[in-house]
């Protein structure tokens, strides 16, 4: 086991800036065994549409259950898997675990046709031709569940090099992959570049979702998520807001015609199990509301 650390200690050292934070850092060294040892694994939010109250998708999220701390968030060990030459690695479970989801969700027959799975895609993995490749791989062998995926990338992803990610996000996008650009609004210079890239989706953070009225959070919002709403509207794209914690909240984004949501007020993310559980009775909802529709009519 020593060696073992010896050796991916090495590398973390190699990868990064400063020796002394690898050396108090014994995440690098773990991760690699986590990956292994599969106690890296997916859960499930899922994702409302706000039009009629139906599930319409899920977004997967990553969890590391570490043996001595605990979970640990991806926001702490993304950025360190890049740093450790590991995030090709973890790009490849999740595909892998999602897929194996989707194939399972698909066998039960109880998914609606639009139904989109959403990961997301780190910096490294958007630069680099391998996840490219991954995608490639995954279109010829499983085309059935290809089209299931929702790719996010976030603003100041892609505009680390927009001409690359530009040809990579056309070429997702003519896998049949469709796009989402993650956080809208956090990075810069949002509106002049957003006609260049091929997105289907636009997900606005939980900053602009969430109301504060102590903060007078509520009004700056307002004029915000205005904006965003109509500009999604004139360049065809659909709205996912983030984080809805409140049934205030909820009322408010369906108020300015946001077409969907995910957070606490629907639900947290959940086990692949779960998450089939919520599809068999989305189902039965839905078939509900068709036999209704039909005694209308
Ligand atoms: P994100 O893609 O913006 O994901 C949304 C985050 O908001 C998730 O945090 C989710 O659990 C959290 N969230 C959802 N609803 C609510 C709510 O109502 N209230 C609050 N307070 N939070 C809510 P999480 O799972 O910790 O993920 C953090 C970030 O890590 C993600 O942000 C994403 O950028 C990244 N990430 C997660 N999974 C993966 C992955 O598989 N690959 C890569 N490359 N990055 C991932
Ligand atoms: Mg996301
Ligand atoms: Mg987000
Ligand atoms: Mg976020």
């Not at 991954?134 to 499983?142: E, F, I």
């Not at 919002?221 to 709403?229: C, L, R």
Request: aromatic letters at 8%; a negative charge.
């Amino acid at each position: 086991h020593a060696k073992r650390d010896g050796g991916d200690r090495i590398e973390a050292f190699r990868t990064t800036t400063s020796d002394t934070a690898a050396a108090r850092n014994p995440l690098d060294v773990d991760l690699k065994t986590a990956i292994d040892n599969r106690e890296v694994q997916i859960l499930f939010q899922p994702i409302f549409d706000l039009s009629n109250g139906q599930l319409a998708g899920a977004e997967a999220l990553m969890r590391w259950h570490h043996p001595q701390r605990g979970a640990i968030s991806p926001s702490e060990f993304i950025p360190l898997a890049e740093r450790a030459g590991l995030i090709e690695k973890l790009g490849r479970v999740v595909i892998e675990q999602t897929s194996s989801q989707l194939k399972n969700w698909l066998s039960g027959g109880e998914m609606d046709k639009n139904f989109f799975l959403s990961i997301n895609l780190s910096a490294q993995q958007l630069s680099s031709e391998t996840m490219l490749n991954d995608m490639r791989s995954l279109v010829s062998t499983n085309p059935k569940i290809a089209q299931r995926f929702l790719l996010e990338v976030t603003e100041s992803q892609v505009m680390t090099s927009p001409e690359h990610s530009a040809y990579v996000l056309d070429s997702l996008k003519s896998l049949g992959f469709r796009l989402a650009l993650d956080d809208f609004g956090v990075g810069h210079s949002s509106l002049s570049y957003l006609h260049r890239f091929p997105f289907d989706f636009i997900k606005i953070p939980s900053t602009f979702v969430q109301l504060d009225e102590r903060h007078g959070i509520a009004q700056t919002q307002m004029p915000i998520m205005k904006s965003i709403m109509s500009l999604s509207h004139d360049l065809d794209l659909k709205v996912i807001a983030e984080g809805a914690e409140s049934d205030e909240e909820v009322a408010r984004i369906q108020g300015l015609g946001c077409h969907y949501a995910q957070g606490f007020a629907f639900s947290k993310a959940i086990s692949g199990g779960e998450f089939e559980q919520l599809l068999a009775k989305d189902a039965k909802s839905r078939k509900q509301a068709a036999r209704d529709a039909e005694q209308r009519a």
